[in-house]
Structures are given as structure tokens and as C-alpha cells.
């Protein structure tokens, strides 16, 4: 069974800074692309930052310069560093990717649980 599994999220005041982690078990990440996305109470789920294989990054306007995306391939385990907080950062926290099932050479595309992070002024 594919999983993504998320942690970090939590509670801290503007200015500082949380690290997400979501590690995939069950398969490995594919070659495609994978990424991290975040939802408002009242708001549309959003791309916050998305990562290649080849560590090529893209980030939301609003988070350029905060936040840095990363991968371990060797751990199937992908990050999100988020500096410099604020309070509209506050939202539920989403990792993507599909994993890949080596044994049965299927890929599936996989959301992870969803972590909350809130950030107080």
C-alpha cells in the first residue's frame, strides 16, 4: 500500500520557522515531478513549491525567498523549510508525488494526509 506520510507542522509565532518532511513508503518516487501544496479555511488548495529529479524547484511568488524544497531519493522522503513565517502561511499542508511500485511497475499519484501549520502574529 502507497503512503505518503507527513510531519512537522505546528504551532509558531511570525518570523519563524518549521520544517515538513513526507516520506513515501510502500514504492519510491517516480522520475516525475513532486511537490508541496497548501489549503485555507475558505480557499482553494494551492502549489506552494514542486521539485524535479533533478532538483530543478518552482516556487508560489508568495513564499519565493522563504522556503526551500527538497529531496532525499535515497530516503523517498521529500522537505519543505519554511522561514521567515507569517501569518498567511497559516493552512493545512499537502505533499504530492507519485510513487512508483517497482514490483508490479505501476506508478500512482498520492497525496499525503495533510499536517497543519499556523502561524500567529
Known amino acids: 500500500q502507497v503512503q505518503l506520510v507527513e510531519s512537522g507542522g505546528g504551532l509558531v509565532q511570525a518570523g519563524g520557522s518549521l520544517r515538513l518532511s513526507c516520506a513515501a513508503s510502500?514504492?519510491?518516487?517516480?522520475?516525475?515531478?513532486r511537490g508541496w501544496y497548501r489549503q485555507a479555511p475558505g480557499k482553494q488548495r494551492e502549489l506552494v513549491a514542486a521539485i524535479t529529479r533533478d532538483d530543478n524547484t518552482n516556487y508560489a511568488d508568495s513564499v519565493k525567498g522563504r522556503f526551500t524544497i527538497s529531496t532525499d531519493n535515497a530516503k523517498n522522503t521529500l522537505y519543505l523549510q519554511m522561514n521567515s513565517l507569517k501569518p498567511e502561511d497559516t493552512a493545512v499542508y499537502y505533499c504530492?508525488?507519485?510513487?512508483?511500485?517497482?514490483?508490479?511497475?505501476?506508478?500512482?499519484?498520492?497525496w499525503g494526509q495533510g499536517t497543519q501549520v499556523t502561524v500567529s502574529s
Open positions: 504530492y508525488a507519485e510513487v512508483l511500485i517497482t514490483q508490479v511497475g505501476k506508478v500512482y499519484s498520492s
Open positions: 510502500g514504492g519510491i518516487f517516480s522520475d516525475n515531478a
